[in-house]
């Protein structure tokens, strides 16, 4: 199976949304230009990149929530991937970056603002297992562009 980047987003001073880059240099700690600023809960080798789906995004604007690329804390934004499928385990091969999904990424207050009467529960692995983001671990590092192919396995 395979998709393609459609936004790369890093937050500078921390936090939500992310700003959207043109090419983002992933590494085992992280993303360059990325800072978190809950370590408890977010960065680390285990969780070093935050993934989503454009598709998702766009069902969940469509359902009225006002979210939009980055504000949810993505660093990368895919389409084309059937997100059902993206489980602990898979990997994300890229051109030359390697991401390994390590576990959800569990929704927290901080994303509330893009979502309608701050439901971010509706991106809850646990209630909505094809609507969440996944953090990954960086199997092998570079640089991500947009409209780069992604394929998983």
Not at 8 to 33: D, I, M, Q, R
Request: with cysteine; glycine share 10%.
């Amino acid at each position: 199976m395979s998709g393609s980047v459609v936004g790369l987003f890093v937050a500078p001073n921390g936090g939500v949304p992310k700003l959207e880059v043109s090419n983002l240099l992933v590494h085992e700690k992280g993303c360059n230009g990325d800072k978190q600023n809950d370590l408890k809960h977010h960065g680390g080798p285990n969780r070093a990149v935050c993934i989503f789906s454009s598709e998702v995004l766009s069902e969940l604007s469509n359902e009225g929530h006002p979210i939009f690329p980055g504000s949810v804390g993505e660093n990368v934004l895919l389409k084309g991937i059937d997100w059902s499928s993206v489980q602990v385990g898979t990997q994300f091969h890229f051109q030359t970056v390697i991401l390994e999904i390590t576990s959800d990424a569990p929704p927290c207050r901080t994303i509330k603002d893009s979502f309608t009467n701050d439901d971010f529960m509706r991106i809850s692995v646990k209630k909505y297992p094809s609507s969440a983001r996944w953090y990954a671990k960086v199997i092998q590092g570079g640089e991500l562009v947009t409209e780069e192919i992604v394929t998983i396995n």
